[in-house]
């Protein structure tokens, strides 16, 4: 019974203010095993160790903005050239391809003031193809925006399309983005070091049959951004935290020295970060478990995106797993008897740390079904409140070094009121990630700035369609004062 009465405070943890939430934290605590708890400190940070982090992670930005140090720093803040944000102004009817990770979107957006339509399509993109060559993967592109635009009836007219392509780019100028590295699985030859957008069009001419005019290439956190400051004038920092995690905001353009554009424009441009390889050069080692080596030593990309490894979807469950997996053979969890499915890599998902969380207090109903679909029927009531702590560790750090993240923009900028969009599957579905974050930058941030998060609608594919609406607006309007 004192399990059950303790775990009706779970879902408040979250919501409730500091003192109680730590009151709260403590008395729930005292219900997991002692071994267990004490096994998984180090996946608790306390506010010293996120401070030291976000100290470097300040000084990896400013690395990342100097032309000196830009070279060898491991947070690019690539300038994207997008310098206006949408004031409303935006009509007419867009396209946008959205490409970030197994799903490809192709979306068609009218806009008129306030008015906004959206039609979108999903593919997929084949394993063979994600890791084939470059124009494998842009044939494939191409072809799928073809179908879309005939169904679509708009195969005839020439439209101002915003090409999201979630990945590292260096980018040259709004229409110009040279892939630095793939991530998220992708492993296409032939596509590092070159232009995405040339390759786009060389695939589309290859066709023949449609028709477009490549207005921007953008990736996910400035869609993101824009898609929020379209709806929210005080927006100024775009996050992502889903199968990947990156994150943007709006620099002084004297501060962003790879910026190369005569046109200087609102004096503002928006910095894409890549800060998921924030850790790359082993700054983070202090902060990393024995689960984040070994995640990174069995991912496709040994040494690289560490930060993105520590709090993506990609890569939250196998962490949730390897610590079961590990406290179930030191005799821990399940009596010490495990099951084969547990112990196969990647089998426990992401989705599963997300559905224990949501558990209702005390009834562990998802909990039950995701244990028994692993072959862990045995599994106790004390396995299910130890289970559910490792994975709030997980998901609670996760969503601390994401908080540290942002407070290090917000303390940056010093603007006295920001909105903070953020996408993303793990901060959309995670039932207590908002709460969480917003707790944890109330407490590291300096109380004078006045900062919201606010949930981004579509960022990928409605951001990517403002972006090039606002190209165009500017297109024009340049073109009317010549």
Not at 19 to 27: I, L
Not at 365 to 394: M, P, W
């Given at each position: 019974m004192r399990i059950k009465r303790v775990m009706t405070i779970l879902n408040d943890l979250g919501?409730?203010?500091?003192?109680?939430?730590?009151?709260?934290?403590?008395?729930?605590?005292?219900?997991?095993?002692?071994?267990?708890?004490?096994?998984?400190r180090d996946l608790i940070y306390d506010n010293e160790t996120l401070k030291k982090i976000m100290?470097?992670?300040?000084?990896?930005?400013k690395r990342g903005l100097a032309k000196a140090t830009h070279p060898d720093a491991t947070v690019k803040c690539f300038p994207t050239y997008v310098q206006d944000l949408p004031d409303g102004t935006e009509t007419g009817k867009f396209l946008a391809l959205d490409l970030g990770g197994t799903n490809f979107r192709v979306l068609l957006i009218e806009l008129s003031g306030e008015h906004f339509e959206m039609k979108s399509k999903i593919f997929a993109i084949p394993q063979h193809i994600m890791l084939g060559s470059g124009e494998q993967l842009f044939d494939h592109i191409a072809e799928c925006l073809a179908i879309f635009v005939k169904e679509e009836q708009v195969q005839h007219e020439t439209l101002p399309l915003g090409f999201t392509f979630s990945f590292p780019l260096a980018q040259k100028g709004l229409t110009v983005g040279i892939l630095e590295r793939w991530t998220k699985g992708f492993n296409c030859s032939n596509v590092v070091g070159n232009d995405v957008v040339q390759m786009l069009n060389e695939a589309i001419e290859r066709?023949?049959?449609?028709?477009?005019?490549?207005?921007?290439?953008?990736?996910?956190?400035?869609?993101?951004?824009?898609?929020?400051?379209?709806?929210?004038?005080?927006?100024r920092i775009g996050i992502i935290i889903g199968t990947g995690n990156n994150g943007c905001y709006v620099e002084k353009q004297e501060n962003a020295e790879l910026f190369d554009d005569n046109d200087m424009g609102s004096g503002k441009v928006i910095i894409n970060l890549e800060m998921g390889a924030f850790g790359d050069d082993g700054c983070?080692?202090?902060?990393?478990?024995?689960?984040?080596?070994?995640?990174?030593?069995?991912?496709?990309?040994?040494?690289?995106?560490?930060?993105?490894?520590?709090?993506?979807?990609?890569?939250?469950?196998?962490?949730?797993?390897?610590?079961?997996?590990?406290?179930t053979k030191e005799g821990l969890l399940f009596g010490g008897k495990g099951s084969d499915l547990l112990y196969e890599r990647g089998r426990f998902y992401t989705k599963y740390v997300s559905e224990i969380e949501s558990d209702e207090p005390g009834l562990f109903?998802?909990?039950?079904?995701?244990?028994?679909?692993?072959?862990?029927?045995?599994?106790?009531?004390?396995?299910?409140?130890?289970?559910?702590?490792?994975?709030?560790?997980?998901?609670r750090r996760a969503a601390h070094l994401a908080s540290a993240a942002i407070t290090t923009l917000l303390h940056k900028m010093d603007e006295k009121k920001v909105t903070v969009g953020i996408d993303g599957s793990v901060y959309r579905y995670h039932p207590h990630f908002k709460?969480?974050?917003?707790?944890?930058?109330?407490?590291?941030?300096?109380?004078?700035?006045?900062?919201?998060?606010?949930?981004?609608?579509?960022?990928?594919?409605?951001?990517?369609?403002?972006?090039?609406?606002?190209?165009?607006?500017?297109?024009?309007?340049?073109?009317?004062?010549?």
């Open positions: 919501r409730v203010e500091l003192d109680r939430g730590n009151q709260h934290r403590a008395e729930y605590e005292s219900i997991v095993s002692n071994e267990i708890r004490e096994k998984c100290n470097i992670f300040l000084d990896n930005i066709r023949g049959d449609v028709h477009i005019d490549v207005m921007a290439v953008l990736n996910d956190s400035t869609g993101t951004l824009m898609s929020c400051a379209w709806l929210n004038k005080n927006c983070l080692d202090f902060a990393r478990t024995e689960y984040d080596k070994e995640v990174d030593k069995h991912s496709i990309n040994p040494g690289k995106q560490i930060q993105e490894k520590m709090i993506s979807g990609m890569y939250m469950g196998e962490l949730v797993r390897l610590a079961l997996e590990k406290f109903t998802n909990q039950k079904e995701i244990l028994e679909e692993l072959g862990l029927k045995h599994a106790s009531e004390q396995d299910y409140v130890n289970v559910r702590f490792i994975c709030e560790c997980v998901s709460n969480l974050m917003m707790e944890k930058i109330r407490e590291l941030c300096d109380p004078s700035i006045e900062f919201d998060l606010m949930l981004s609608e579509d960022g990928s594919g409605r951001g990517a369609a403002l972006v090039a609406a606002v190209a165009a607006r500017q297109k024009k309007k340049a073109q009317q004062a010549t």
